[in-house]
């Protein structure tokens, strides 16, 4: 008698950002067989949930906003031998993760690494950025709000504009990151912009905005001391 064994590993992907096309592309390499596959995609927008059973029903739900920030996958294999398996993919605002369970450790292996190389091949452009959101803003804040206690204590108050801007949107910027306001972990594309660089999107503008009090901020520091 043969004891079967269950495996299960529950692991974190990276930050993604995902078209339409990549959606049908993942779903081929979750699904092996559609006719023994059960597919439930759930999403999250606007106070409201609700579920479908295919991608492609999924695109004609006519409510469906652009961008999707909070969906989950679950799949189960309806397999005719003795093997039992099973999947949920969750991409949230502020995570990607995924679980997987079978009693075929070897396929299981299989399908984990093909679900890594395929999220990791699709980070933002800002995946890299996010790293450095926890420092940026307090490295920031204290030489900043340093400068304009010693403009002020110099009178020079109108020198004290531009770093006050720039302190006032490195705490925007810090605070919105935290939420993930701007550079969200998951973001999920349905109807892609045709610009490679949106200029309108929040992310664009926030580092636009902030590069240049900084700049303006630093100039006007050099000016000073030299």
């Known amino acids: 008698m043969n004891i079967q064994t269950d495996y299960s590993d529950s692991f974190k992907l990276n930050s993604v950002k995902l078209s339409k096309e990549d959606l049908l592309k993942l779903k081929n390499v979750l699904i092996d067989d559609p006719k023994k596959t059960e597919l439930i995609i759930y999403v999250k927008y606007n106070y409201s949930n609700f579920s479908v059973n295919s991608f492609e029903d999924l695109f004609k739900i006519p409510t469906l906003p652009n961008v999707i920030k909070d969906m989950s996958i679950h799949i189960q294999y309806n397999d005719d031998n003795e093997y039992k398996r099973g999947m949920w993919i969750f991409f949230s605002n502020s995570s990607v993760s995924c679980n997987i ?8 292996l299989g399908k984990k690494e093909q679900i890594k190389e395929f999220i990791k091949g699709r980070k933002p452009w800002y995946n890299s950025l996010r790293k450095f959101l926890f420092f940026l803003p307090p490295l920031m804040f204290s030489p900043t709000l340093i400068y304009i206690v010693l403009l002020i204590i110099e009178k020079e108050y109108y020198l004290t504009i531009l770093p006050t801007l720039f302190l006032f949107v490195l705490l925007t910027f810090g605070i ?51």
């Open 101 to 108: 369970n079978s009693s075929d450790e070897t396929w299981l």
């Open 176 to 226: 919105l990151s935290l939420d993930n306001k701007i550079f969200p972990f998951t973001k999920i594309e349905i109807n892609k912009s045709k610009k490679a660089f949106n200029l309108k999107s929040k992310e664009t503008l926030s580092i636009m905005i902030a590069l240049l009090s900084f700049t303006l901020t630093l100039i006007q520091l050099i000016v000073t001391l030299f």
